[in-house]
């Protein structure tokens, strides 16, 4: 299955893209798509730890949607995923 992902701040250099297909076995989870980016792209999942001023257990700090609802009201990384999924990955955002 084929799965839209989103970055935005950061993510975007480190990838050097805002948008990505990835391809997943049926039955993937958001824990899945993490590992296969990481795959993708080495260092993804240290990156995302960087960005992040706080490492919860679901979201890395990171907001994580799938299909614009957050991870964190689904079933966070369990969160199960089909085929045309958008997954977006939203840093913190700081400022002064």
């Known amino acids: 299955m084929k799965i839209e992902v989103r970055v935005f701040g950061d993510l975007i250099d480190f990838l050097g893209s805002s948008k990505l297909t990835?391809?997943?076995g049926e039955g993937a989870k958001v824990a899945?798509?993490?590992s296969k980016m990481a795959?993708?792209?080495a260092g993804f999942r240290e990156k995302m730890e960087v960005?992040?001023?706080r490492r919860?257990?679901?979201d890395y700090g990171l907001?994580?949607?799938v299909n614009g609802k957050n991870i964190n009201v689904l079933n966070g990384l369990e969160t199960q995923l089909k085929d045309g999924d958008?997954?977006?990955f939203l840093p913190p955002v700081?400022?002064?």
């Open 63 to 65: 907001t994580i949607l």
């Open 86 to 88: 958008t997954v977006v």
């Open 22 to 24: 990835i391809e997943l």
């Open 56 to 58: 919860g257990a679901t």
């Open 94 to 96: 700081a400022g002064g």
């Open 32 to 34: 899945d798509l993490i």
């Open 51 to 53: 960005l992040s001023r």
């Open 39 to 41: 795959e993708v792209k």
